[in-house]
């Protein structure tokens, strides 16, 4: 979306990011145990973000992002075979359309482990979401606004 410095009008859908302080601090955790050996534990946020959530961060944080409609939004995007979502494009339509892409993942044996640990998922938004889209421009990842905006 920021290369092509546009957005679907009406972008739906959401996703589970999962903060790596969590994974990490969960995965110590779990595997200091000596019980569970074997079992799967399924390290997934079970709160939501919207993608209109960090495309409104997005354009707080002055990136400038014009809304077309999808099916213009997706002929822009396929047209530069550099574009970095290119490969995943039709995962990522489907996705923010609201009709399919990050499902609910069951985290009830990985919630059981941790109970008591003080290990718990942040849901991620305002200032936690401003700083890692700081830490994708910062490092490269992202290109930095037009107008630049300071970063909380």
């Not at 409104?56 to 995007?77: I, K, P």
Request: proline fraction near 8%; charged fraction near 20%; aromatic fraction near 10%.
């Amino acid at each position: 979306m920021l290369t092509a410095g546009a957005v679907p009008a009406g972008i739906s859908g959401y996703f589970h990011p999962t903060p790596v302080d969590y994974v990490s601090a969960a995965i110590l955790r779990l595997s200091s145990r000596l019980t569970g050996v074997g079992d799967t534990y399924n390290l997934s946020n079970p709160h939501r973000l919207h993608f209109s959530e960090v495309v409104d961060q997005l354009r707080a944080l002055g990136h400038t992002l014009v809304d077309l409609d999808g099916a213009e939004w997706s002929r822009t995007v396929r047209s530069d075979p550099e574009k970095s979502l290119l490969p995943l494009l039709d995962v990522f339509e489907a996705a923010i359309s609201g009709i399919g892409g990050y499902p609910d993942i069951d985290r009830h044996k990985t919630e059981a482990a941790l109970a008591g640990s003080g290990i718990s998922c942040p849901r991620v938004t305002g200032e936690l979401l401003a700083r890692y889209l700081k830490f994708f421009t910062d490092q490269g990842y992202f290109p930095a606004p037009a107008r630049r905006k300071p970063y909380p």
